[in-house]
């Protein structure tokens, strides 16, 4: 499955032209690299995606067969390794 494609089902991004952009700015890593929209992803990838003030870290636990997930089984796609608010400067806010 694409990269793009999966982040929309997962809803780590609400719309996938918005996954697109995001990867085409180099703002998501696939297993530490930059990745592009059409790259496959398979189970036990690292994706790190940086949002606005945001950095979110999440393995991939399984990968649809289909393009239809329910809200239910969204949970069953990816494990959340590390979420973080980033200060202006792009490091760790401080409480």
């Known amino acids: 499955m694409r990269l793009d494609q999966f982040l929309k089902l997962s809803r780590l991004c609400p719309r996938r032209t918005l996954a697109q952009q995001l990867c085409d700015a180099g703002l998501v890593l696939l297993n530490g690299r930059r990745a592009k929209p059409g790259h496959a992803v398979k189970i036990g990838d690292e ?6 003030r945001r950095e979110t870290v999440v393995r991939i636990v399984n990968v649809p067969d289909n393009a239809n997930v329910s809200r239910r089984d969204v949970g069953g796609l990816v494990e959340v390794l590390i979420e973080q608010q980033l200060d202006f400067l792009g490091s760790e806010a401080r409480p």
């Open 47 to 52: 994706i790190t995606i940086s949002q606005r």
